[in-house]
């Protein structure tokens, strides 16, 4: 994907913000970035199955961006099995259910970069993440990873702890009607949510 916005000559430092889904951009976008960079959203997670939560999760961020007035870049193209793929070469012994710890690793890394990518690629002056509001990720891990690929592609990585704004995303979400999902994302955190434990083998 080679994804390309037009610049707004904007005044502003414009920022590309990825947006893992509609409730945890709020704070995000809303209450820290908003006034203060010329922001997009950006919405690449090939991590989300199966496709009716990728549509979901696809058109509650749409919905935010409509709230929130801002022009968002929406990679739309569901294509887990190369995700799955990719996730099982990047550990070692490519084990039958991954591990939380190195398979969130790659899916923030995965993420991350293709934000840095676009945002480098389209004249951003930095980038950053709705993942930094969640409390149930890695978050050291997530701004380890964003402050490594914003120097390999030479832009800035904007950290801010976003999780200070826990609660009141949490209630914005309700009041717009978002989409508010019950798993992380991907497969195996589903069959974790429904079944509690990860399957032996
Ligand atoms: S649990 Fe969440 S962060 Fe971890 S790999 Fe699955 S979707 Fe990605």
Known sequence: MEPRVKTSGARSPRMLVHMCCGPCSIIPLKSALKDRYDIRGFF????????????????????????????????EEYRPTAFVKGMKASIPGSPKFPPKDSRCSFCY???????????????????S????????QDHEEVKRLGVDLGKKYGILFYYEDFREGWQDGIDASKEMGLYRQKYCGCAYSRIERYAGEPPQG
């Open 44 to 75: 690449h997670n090939p991590n989300i199955h199966p496709y009716s939560e990728f549509q979901k999760r696809l058109s509650a961020v749409k919905t935010l961006a409509g709230y929130l007035s801002i022009e968002i870049i929406c990679d």
């Open 109 to 127: 890394s995965t993420r991350l970069e293709e934000t840095a990518r676009t945002a480098s690629l389209n004249g951003f002056d930095s980038f």
């Open 129 to 136: 993440s709705s993942l930094l509001y969640s409390r149930y």
